[in-house]
Structures are given as C-alpha cells and as structure tokens.
C-alpha cells in the first residue's frame, strides 16, 4: 500500500491528464518503444510547431484519467510503453505527425487508438489521418474550388474583349481625357 504522499501525487496526475483528455480536441496513444533519443527529439520538436503537446504517461494513471473522463475504451490498449500526443488545436495534427513520422522512420512508432472531438478510433482509423492534409489546408482547397468559377468567369469575359479587338473600356476612359 502506497504512503500518503504518493497517493495524493496520483491523485493529482490523474486529475490533471483526466481534464486534460476532457478538454483536448484529440488525443493519441503511441508504443514508442524503440525510438532513439534523435528521432524523439525530433518529433518532439515537430509536435511543438504544431501546438501538440507530447508525453510518456504511466498505463496505470492513464486508464483512470480515460475512465474519469469517460473514455472507458482505452483500457486494453494502455500496456507496454505509452505516450500521449494531444491537443486543443488541429484535431487531425497528432495524429498525421505520428503518421508521417512512422512512414518517414520505419515504423518506429504504432499508434494505439486514441479520440478526435470525442468519438473514439481505432489505430487503423487514425493512420489514415496521415494522408490528409492540415485543416488550414483543407480550408484553403474548398475556398480555391469556390473562387475557381469566379476567375474563370473573368478569364472569359476577358478573352471576349481581346477578340471583339477594344480593350476593356476601363482602360480607355483615361485615353480620352
């Protein structure tokens, strides 16, 4: 049986990654047994461009924060070496890093399930969010399709001008002055 003082800093690392997993808008459980301190550092530092925050968390502790946050899901898969990659931000980056990261190392890294926004994903599931792109990007690419016509529409009446042989009569007014 643990002493008091233990039982009370437990209690408070349960607490506080229970919040924690309350409030991330993804989280992400990793096996990273076998990385070398260069690659760790190295996705760490790739973590931190992203605003993920990275940390090797005791199995033990984690399964009661998931519990007390309600994520009973995670109880088989908290064994062996477990980190936690989550984040308020980007809900897709933890797990598209860890992603691009294990294609880019051979598989030095497996991710083990995790959440985004609340619904619970398989490992499978969450590799496959390796292959999208940022969520800026993503807004980016359905404002592009949206301007798209726009500037085909301007490219066309453009063109329609060039060959009735008068340019666009914006630029003439200032001839006739």
């Keep these: 049986m ?22 991330a808008t993804s989280a992400v459980f990793v096996d990273y047994k076998g990385i070398t301190v260069a690659q760790d550092t190295e996705l760490r530092k790739k973590f931190r461009e992203a605003g993920v925050e990275y940390t090797v968390v005791k199995n033990t502790l984690t399964r009661f924060a998931a519990n007390n946050a309600g994520y009973n899901q995670f109880d088989e898969i908290l064994n062996g070496t477990t980190s936690l990659a989550s984040t308020t931000g980007d809900p897709i980056a933890p797990a598209r890093i860890i992603s691009e990261f294990a294609k880019k190392n051979k598989n030095v890294l497996k991710i083990k399930g995790g959440f985004v926004e609340g619904s619970v994903m398989s490992a499978d599931q969450l590799m496959g969010f390796g292959e999208l792109p940022s969520k800026d990007a993503l807004v980016a690419q359905v404002l592009g399709t949206f301007l798209a016509p726009i500037s085909s529409l301007a490219f066309v009446l453009s063109q329609i001008c060039e060959l009735k042989g008068g340019a666009p009569a914006a630029e003439e007014a200032p001839a006739e002055a």
């Design 2 to 23: 643990p002493n008091a003082k233990v039982l009370e800093s437990n209690k408070a690392i349960v607490s506080a990654l229970a919040d924690k997993l309350q409030n």
